[in-house]
């Protein structure tokens, strides 16, 4: 069993940054991967990034791609979504999910995650 708590959503104007944490509970969290969805309003719920259980490998949706950065800290049992430049599109309400699959390593299918957190909205102003 898992839990998870996503922080930092608020309003933030286009081209800055924001930071979204999301801390886990449970299960040894160093034990599996990690990924950040979001879902716009009307549409489906899609990949953002994900990460590695060690953190040495990533992924990202080309959309996001060169303006995310995931990251995971397992000593505070907490992964990361640094967005900079942001943009209009990227409102949102942002999710994480684990995925306790044996191998460790991450995906970008939405099923291939156990276990979500409530989310945190982000919303860009022009």
């Known amino acids: 069993q898992v839990q998870l708590a996503e922080s930092g959503g608020g309003l933030v104007q286009a081209g800055g940054s924001l930071r979204l944490s999301c801390a886990a509970s449970?299960?040894?969290?160093?034990?599996?991967?990690m990924g950040w969805f979001r879902q716009a309003t009307g549409k489906e719920r899609e990949f953002v990034a994900a990460?590695?259980?060690?953190?040495?490998?990533?992924g990202y949706a080309d959309s996001v791609k060169g303006r995310f950065t995931i990251s995971r800290d397992n000593a505070k049992n907490s992964v990361y979504l640094q967005m900079n430049s942001v943009k209009r599109e990227d409102t949102a309400v942002y999710y994480c999910?684990?995925?306790?699959?044996?191998?460790?390593?991450?995906?970008?299918?939405?099923?291939?995650?156990?276990?979500w957190g409530q989310g945190t909205q982000v919303t860009v102003s022009s």
């Open positions: 999910a684990a995925d306790l699959g044996p191998l460790g390593g991450w995906s970008d299918r939405r099923d291939e995650y156990d276990y």
């Open positions: 449970g299960r040894t969290f160093s034990t599996y991967a």
């Open positions: 990460i590695s259980w060690s953190g040495s490998s990533k």
